[in-house]
Every structure is written in C-alpha cells, then in structure tokens.
C-alpha cells in the first residue's frame, strides 16, 4: 500500500514556474514507478510525466515537454514535478500516482491503468 499527497500548487501568471510535490508512505517507494497526471476543465484526466523505478528514465507528453520535468528522491520518498513557462492551458489538476512493483525496471507507464495508487490531487491555476 502507497498513500500520495501532493502539495505546492497554486496560482501563478503565465510565464511562470511553479514545483509540485509529492509525498509518499509506506514501504517499497523506490520499486514504484511514479507518474503524474492532471485534470483540465472539463477534459477527461491525462497524463503529463512518469518517472522509472531505475535509473530515473523519464517520459513526458507532448503538450509539456521541455517545459516540465519529474524526478524523484527514493530517500525521502518524494516525487516532483518542476514546471516552468506555464501557459493557461496548463490550468488543472495535478494528480500523483504510483504504478506496480511488477513494472519493468525502466518503464516510464504513460496510461492510468498502469497505475494503483493516487493522491488527492492540487490545484494549479495559471493566469494570463
């Protein structure tokens, strides 16, 4: 069992940055694969990042990449997402989740099946 809650959401203007936290509990963190995903307005959820449980391979989606990156600290438990030059579309959101143990060492899982574990989610608002 994971328990997730993210943190360091907000409202921000666009242009800028904003990191998103995520803390877990319970055992095993570092055999996770982690992922973000987020909730627009009106849209179903999407996935924005995942993060291997080796050697911190990373997969972005198309609509934020170069912009965000995920990263993970296995000793304290944490999962990342830093975002800069935010854009009002980014406004959603943002949901933690932790895939399956039994995931390859470097899958980076980019679909909500994939995953068994999720946060509360935290609201990130971007003004234009």
């Known amino acids: 069992q994971v328990q997730l809650v993210e943190s360091g959401g907000g409202l921000v203007q666009s242009g800028g940055s904003l990191q998103l936290s995520c803390a877990a509990s319970?055992?095993?963190?570092?055999?996770?694969?982690m992922g973000w995903f987020r909730q627009r307005p009106g849209k179903e959820r999407e996935f924005v990042a995942s993060?291997?449980?080796?050697?911190?391979?990373?997969l972005t989606s198309d609509s934020v990449r170069g912009r965000f990156t995920i990263s993970r600290d296995n000793a304290k438990k944490m999962v990342y997402l830093q975002m800069s030059d935010l854009k009002s579309e980014d406004t959603a959101t943002y949901y933690c989740a932790a895939g399956r143990t039994s995931a390859g060492p470097w899958t980076t899982p980019h679909y909500e099946a994939a995953y068994d574990y999720w946060g509360q989610g935290t609201q990130v608002t971007v003004s234009s």
């Open positions: 319970g055992r095993s963190f570092s055999s996770y694969p």
């Open positions: 993060i291997s449980r080796v050697d911190d391979n990373t």
